[in-house]
């Protein structure tokens, strides 16, 4: 069975949609928990999520890896899915995660997609098919045995920024990792709130910046002043 892990900040506009989607494509009947981990939210997105039917929790620390970590530890479930608020699932996806799991897989994520037809988006999302680092985005969610999760210790709480690569290299290490060549759907505001070639081209630049081990100061500090968002 399945306990489903959603982190929020402001995502009132989102976080319906993507609750009643994620319900209506478990067609195995496989999720006996969602859980929403915000991060103290100033719109309605818990109130919102509550009214869903999720459980939602308060996290003591805002950031994407503490979140998710404070919500799976009111996990019950054997299988954790990480999802974004803005990314819906596939339909059938929990059929398609418990058979990658019943093969030997410990952990594992679903190829990208986004809600805007834009040529390059979709180029961009096709890479998403191959184990490759440089194409591994925290939109294409994440699944993982719970065991496993805790093998690893969860995401690392260091991370503000890219603690889907860091958890994934980890859980690599564990056992095989699998990618289900089915994509999820997540929101492309933020390219086109600035720029569709311009934020594909500073995540390439933020993602060789970590690999080149600048700190996680360093790498927000230029996320900040380079993209405009709200969320870190």
């Not at 959603?6 to 494509?25: C, D, G, M, V």
């Not at 988006?121 to 969610?141: I, P």
């Not at 210790?153 to 860091?166: A, L, M, P, R, T």
């Not at 290299?169 to 311009?198: C, E, H, M, W």
Request: hydrophobic share 40%.
């Amino acid at each position: 069975m399945i306990s489903v892990i959603i982190p929020t900040y402001n995502e009132a506009s989102h976080i319906k949609w993507t609750i009643q989607k994620i319900r209506q494509y478990d067609e195995a009947n496989l999720i006996k928990q969602i859980i929403v981990a915000d991060g103290k939210s100033t719109d309605d997105t818990g109130r919102i999520a509550s009214e869903e039917g999720a459980n939602v929790v308060i996290s003591p620390s805002k950031g994407r890896a503490a979140q998710m970590n404070y919500g799976a530890s009111f996990a019950s479930q054997n299988i954790l899915y990480f999802i974004h608020a803005d990314t819906l699932p596939v339909k059938g996806f929990t059929n398609d995660i418990l058979t990658t799991i019943n093969k030997g897989f410990n952990a594992g994520c679903f190829m990208l997609s986004f809600d805007y037809g834009h040529w390059f988006l979709k180029a961009n999302c096709w890479f998403t098919r191959f184990d490759v680092d440089a194409f591994r985005y925290g939109d294409q969610s994440l699944f993982v045995n719970a065991a496993d999760f805790k093998k690893v210790n969860g995401f690392s709480e260091k991370h503000i920024v890219f603690e889907d690569y860091q958890i994934i290299r980890q859980l690599k290490n564990t056992g095989p990792f699998a990618i289900i060549k089915k994509p999820v759907l997540t929101s492309a505001r933020k390219y086109l709130d600035n720029g569709i070639f311009k934020v594909q081209g500073i995540f390439y630049l933020m993602y060789f910046l970590y690999k080149l081990g600048y700190s996680q100061q360093q790498l927000v500090s230029t996320y900040k002043r380079l993209i405009k968002q709200d969320k870190l």
